[in-house]
C-alpha cells in the first residue's frame, strides 16, 4: 500500500550544528505538509509544500519539495534546544485523501 | 483561528470501563473530524473520520464497536473506548480541517489514557 517513509528515525546533534529529516513516499503527492511535536505535546502544523521543487523558509528551518513531488526534506540551521522534538512529514493518501503520517525524526540538542 | 480543544489531558481507568474523550472545535465548525492513536516514539495512526450527522469510517484492523465515535454536532465529536484493555493505553488525539487532505490539520492536545 502507499506509504510515506521518513528517515532518520532519531537524530542527536550540538547545539549549533544543523539537522536535516528526508520524506520519501511511495506515490507522487498532491501536497506534503510538516509537523512538529514537541516532548508530551501535540503535533503543530508547521508548512504545506504544492509546487514541484518548491522551497519555502521559516527563519532557520528550510523545506523543499521534490521535483518528482515523492520527496521532500526538512533542513533546520544551527540549531538550538527550542528545536528538539518530533518532526512528522504527511500527504494524503490516493484514495480517501486523508493525511498519512511519516514514523517522524525525533531531534535532541544538546546543549 | 483553527482552534482545536480535546478533554480530558489524562485519565487512568480500570480495565473493563470505557472512557469518554472529547473534541470540541472552538472557532470553527467542523463536519469532519479525525482520530488518531499514536504509541510513544511511534507515528500518528489514523483510527477513524468522524462524519457530522453519520457513521464514523474506520481505518482497517480498527474495531468500531470498541471505538465508538459520535459526532453529534459541528463542533463536537467524541470517542468513547469500550471496555479498556491495558493494550488501549495510549495517546489519542483528535483533529479537525485537513479536507482531502489538502489542507492543514489542526491537532487538539490528545489525551493520555492509561488503563490498569
Known amino acids: 500500500g502507499q506509504q510515506v517513509m521518513q528517515i532518520p528515525q532519531y537524530q542527536h546533534v550540538q547545539e549549533g550544528e544543523d539537522f536535516t529529516t528526508y520524506c520519501n513516499s511511495s506515490t507522487t503527492l498532491s501536497n506534503i505538509q510538516w509537523y512538529k511535536q514537541r516532548p508530551g505535546g501535540h503535533p503543530v502544523f508547521l508548512i504545506q509544500l504544492v509546487k514541484s521543487g518548491e522551497v519555502k523558509k521559516q527563519k532557520r528551518l528550510t523545506f523543499q519539495f521534490g521535483e518528482a513531488k515523492k520527496n521532500s526534506s526538512l533542513h533546520i540551521t544551527a540549531t538550538q534546544t527550542t528545536d528538539v522534538g518530533t518532526y512528522f512529514c504527511a500527504g494524503p493518501r490516493n484514495q480517501g485523501g486523508k493525511l498519512i503520517f511519516g514514523q517522524g525524526t525525533e531531534l535532541s540538542v544538546k546543549p | 483561528g483553527a482552534v482545536v480543544s480535546q478533554h480530558p489531558s489524562w485519565v487512568i481507568c480500570k480495565s473493563g470501563t470505557s472512557v469518554k474523550i472529547e473534541c470540541r472545535s472552538l472557532d470553527f465548525q467542523a463536519t469532519t473530524m479525525f482520530w488518531y492513536r499514536q504509541f510513544p516514539k511511534q507515528s500518528l495512526m489514523l483510527m477513524a473520520t468522524?462524519?457530522?450527522?453519520?457513521?464514523?469510517?474506520?481505518e482497517q484492523g480498527v474495531e468500531k464497536d470498541k471505538f465508538l465515535i459520535n459526532h453529534a454536532s459541528l463542533t463536537l465529536s467524541t470517542l468513547t473506548v469500550t471496555s479498556a484493555h491495558p493494550e488501549d493505553s495510549s495517546f489519542y488525539i483528535c483533529?479537525?480541517?485537513?479536507?482531502?487532505?489538502?489542507?492543514?490539520?489542526?491537532f487538539g492536545n490528545g489525551t493520555r489514557l492509561t488503563v490498569t
Open positions: 468522524s462524519n457530522e450527522g453519520s457513521k464514523a469510517t474506520y
Open positions: 483533529s479537525a480541517g485537513g479536507h482531502s487532505g489538502n489542507s492543514p490539520l489542526h
